[in-house]
Protein backbone atom coordinates (compact mmCIF):
# COMPACT_ATOMS: atom_id res chain seq x y z
CA UNK A 1 0.00 0.00 0.00
CA UNK A 2 3.02 2.21 0.90
CA UNK A 3 4.23 1.50 -2.28
CA UNK A 4 1.35 2.51 -4.29
CA UNK A 5 1.04 5.63 -2.31
CA UNK A 6 4.68 6.55 -3.17
CA UNK A 7 4.18 6.03 -6.90
CA UNK A 8 1.19 7.90 -7.29
CA UNK A 9 2.95 10.88 -5.27
CA UNK A 10 5.99 10.31 -7.58
CA UNK A 11 3.49 10.51 -10.83
CA UNK A 12 1.99 13.74 -9.48
CA UNK A 13 4.80 15.36 -8.94
CA UNK A 14 6.06 14.50 -12.60
CA UNK A 15 3.40 15.58 -14.22
CA UNK A 16 3.79 19.09 -11.96
CA UNK A 17 6.94 19.19 -13.79
CA UNK A 18 5.82 18.29 -16.98
CA UNK A 19 3.00 20.98 -16.58
CA UNK A 20 5.82 23.95 -15.05
CA UNK A 21 8.53 23.32 -17.92
CA UNK A 22 5.73 23.78 -20.70
CA UNK A 23 4.07 26.23 -19.20
CA UNK A 24 6.48 28.79 -20.51
CA UNK A 25 7.01 27.21 -24.00
CA UNK A 26 2.83 27.01 -24.45
CA UNK A 27 1.93 30.58 -22.59
CA UNK A 28 0.09 31.68 -25.52
CA UNK A 29 -2.33 29.07 -25.54
CA UNK A 30 -3.09 28.91 -21.57
CA UNK A 31 -6.94 27.33 -21.46
CA UNK A 32 -8.97 28.05 -18.35
CA UNK A 33 -9.56 24.61 -18.11
CA UNK A 34 -5.93 24.30 -17.34
CA UNK A 35 -6.68 27.25 -14.42
CA UNK A 36 -9.80 25.37 -13.19
CA UNK A 37 -8.02 22.05 -13.06
CA UNK A 38 -5.20 22.98 -10.71
CA UNK A 39 -7.59 24.90 -8.17
CA UNK A 40 -9.69 21.73 -8.10
CA UNK A 41 -6.84 19.75 -6.32
CA UNK A 42 -7.65 21.94 -3.76
CA UNK A 43 -11.86 21.32 -3.96
CA UNK A 44 -11.89 20.07 -0.20
CA UNK A 45 -10.80 23.19 1.01
CA UNK A 46 -12.85 25.29 -1.45
CA UNK A 47 -15.83 23.55 -0.30
CA UNK A 48 -15.38 23.16 3.21
CA UNK A 49 -12.80 25.31 4.34
CA UNK A 50 -10.80 22.54 5.78
CA UNK A 51 -8.16 21.06 5.71
CA UNK A 52 -6.15 24.42 5.32
CA UNK A 53 -3.34 23.34 2.50
CA UNK A 54 0.22 23.46 3.24
CA UNK A 55 3.29 23.72 1.37
CA UNK A 56 3.75 20.33 0.01
CA UNK A 57 0.41 19.15 -0.55
CA UNK A 58 -1.49 18.52 -3.73
CA UNK A 59 -3.35 21.72 -3.32
CA UNK A 60 -0.22 24.20 -2.65
CA UNK A 61 1.83 21.80 -5.48
CA UNK A 62 -1.47 22.94 -7.97
CA UNK A 63 -0.67 26.84 -6.72
CA UNK A 64 2.62 26.43 -7.72
CA UNK A 65 1.82 25.69 -10.88
CA UNK A 66 -1.01 28.37 -11.40
CA UNK A 67 1.95 30.75 -10.42
CA UNK A 68 4.53 29.08 -13.11
CA UNK A 69 1.99 29.75 -15.37
CA UNK A 70 1.28 33.27 -14.40
CA UNK A 71 4.90 33.92 -15.54
CA UNK A 72 4.29 37.53 -17.80
CA UNK A 73 2.41 39.98 -17.42
CA UNK A 74 0.22 38.92 -20.34
CA UNK A 75 -0.42 35.05 -18.80
CA UNK A 76 -0.89 37.01 -15.16
CA UNK A 77 -3.55 39.23 -17.21
CA UNK A 78 -5.46 35.70 -18.61
CA UNK A 79 -4.66 33.94 -15.20
CA UNK A 80 -6.53 36.88 -13.20
CA UNK A 81 -9.48 36.54 -15.86
CA UNK A 82 -9.89 32.63 -15.40
CA UNK A 83 -10.01 32.81 -11.70
CA UNK A 84 -12.65 35.62 -11.62
CA UNK A 85 -14.58 33.03 -13.93
CA UNK A 86 -14.04 30.57 -11.39
CA UNK A 87 -14.86 32.70 -8.16
CA UNK A 88 -18.14 33.93 -10.36
CA UNK A 89 -18.34 30.42 -10.08
CA UNK A 90 -18.20 29.51 -6.99
CA UNK A 91 -19.22 32.84 -5.55
CA UNK A 92 -20.12 31.16 -1.97
CA UNK A 93 -16.70 29.78 -1.37
CA UNK A 94 -14.95 33.14 -3.47
CA UNK A 95 -13.00 33.93 -0.14
CA UNK A 96 -11.61 30.17 0.64
CA UNK A 97 -10.43 30.30 -3.06
CA UNK A 98 -9.17 33.90 -2.70
CA UNK A 99 -6.55 32.83 0.42
CA UNK A 100 -5.27 29.72 -1.13
CA UNK A 101 -2.17 31.12 -2.93
CA UNK A 102 -1.55 32.74 0.16
CA UNK A 103 -1.68 29.96 2.56
CA UNK A 104 0.58 28.17 0.37
CA UNK A 105 3.23 30.82 0.54
CA UNK A 106 2.63 32.31 -2.98
CA UNK A 107 1.79 35.83 -4.32
CA UNK A 108 0.22 35.42 -7.79
CA UNK A 109 0.68 39.08 -8.53
CA UNK A 110 -2.73 40.22 -7.62
CA UNK A 111 -5.83 40.13 -5.37
CA UNK A 112 -8.42 37.36 -5.97
CA UNK A 113 -11.68 38.60 -5.00
CA UNK A 114 -14.81 39.42 -6.77
CA UNK A 115 -13.39 42.82 -7.43
CA UNK A 116 -10.12 42.80 -9.46
CA UNK A 117 -9.31 44.29 -12.19
CA UNK A 118 -7.61 42.04 -14.36
CA UNK A 119 -6.41 44.74 -16.80
CA UNK A 120 -4.21 46.42 -14.69
Do not use: H, W
Not at 25 to 52: H, K, R, W
Request: aromatic residues 6%.
Amino acid sequence: MELCVGRNKALRIIGLVILFSSATIVSAFIECSTITQLFSACSMFITNGSPDPIPGSPCCDAMFGVNNIANTADNRQYVCRCLMDLIDTFSSNASAIGILPGLCGISLGFKMDPNTDCSL
